[in-house]
Structures are given as structure tokens and as C-alpha cells.
């Protein structure tokens, strides 16, 4: 049984204050999975755990959460122009080295990117616009 976390806001609604990123990132990757659970042919049991609260505080509709993710797979070709403009739209800073959450770096054929939520960035490798691999690294070492 795979275990989905689904967090309150930790803010009132209409209070001047923003909800922590983390806890942004915790519900959208909840939301996420049951969307995608909801798509798989054979379904497999999941265990959803979260408050009141949360439960009846509004959510994205689903064509908004499925069009805002992206997808990629090793050995498919990726059009760079076209992830960009999709990190930009959903709020992603460019740097030139990736450290924290919410950032991305784009380099000759390397490309970082630090999803919130994940523990660790991905990168991936190019060679030309083909996805060569897909591995996580260390973001203060900038090591794989």
C-alpha cells in the first residue's frame, strides 16, 4: 500500500501571509499522485492520510494539475525551448548552478533541475536532443 501524504495549509485563508513552499510542494506532489493513480489500468491500493482541514480546504482543478507537469523519459528527445518556457511558467528561477528548490540551470547539454518536494535535484544529460540519462545529485557538490 503506498502512503499519500496530504498536508494543511499552515496559514489562515485570507491571512497576508503565504503558505510555506514545502507544504505547497507536499500537496501538489499528494494531488499529483492520486491524479496519476486515477490513469493507472491495474490500480494498486493507496492509503491517504491527511486532517479535516486539509480535506476541505480547495484544490487545483484537474486540468490545471495535469497540465502543469512535464515528463521525461531516458532515450526520448527533449525540446529544450519548450521546457524552459514550461519551468518559467510554473515559477522556477534560472541560475547558473542549481542549490535549492524551485531553481533550474540549463548548460551546453546539462540540464539541473530541483523540483520542490525532492530531496535532491535530477540532472539531465543530452546528446544533442536526446535524453542520454537522468540522475539525481548532490547539490552542494554539484556531483552525481
Do not use: H
Not at 499519500?4 to 503565504?18: I, Q, T
Not at 501538489?28 to 479535516?52: D, F, H, M, N
Not at 532515450?75 to 514550461?86: C, I, K, Q
Amino acid at each position: 500500500v503506498k502512503v499519500v501524504d496530504f498536508p494543511a495549509w499552515d496559514c489562515l485563508p485570507y491571512d497576508r501571509v503565504s503558505p510555506n513552499g514545502e507544504i505547497v510542494a507536499r500537496r501538489l506532489s499528494a494531488l499529483t499522485q492520486i491524479l496519476e493513480w486515477t490513469a493507472e489500468k491495474r490500480r494498486y491500493p493507496r492509503l491517504v492520510i491527511t486532517t479535516v482541514n486539509a480535506a476541505a480546504q480547495r484544490v487545483l482543478p484537474r486540468t490545471a494539475l495535469k497540465e502543469s507537469s512535464f515528463a521525461a523519459k531516458r532515450g526520448e528527445r527533449l525540446d529544450r525551448d519548450r521546457l524552459a518556457n514550461f519551468l518559467a511558467l510554473n515559477g522556477y528561477m534560472r541560475t547558473e548552478t542549481v542549490r535549492e528548490p524551485g531553481e533550474y540551470a540549463m548548460r551546453g547539454g546539462i540540464i539541473d533541475i530541483f523540483p520542490p518536494g525532492y530531496a535532491q535535484p535530477f540532472r539531465l544529460d543530452l546528446f544533442g536532443d536526446e535524453i542520454e540519462s537522468l540522475r539525481n545529485f548532490d547539490p552542494l557538490s554539484q556531483r552525481t
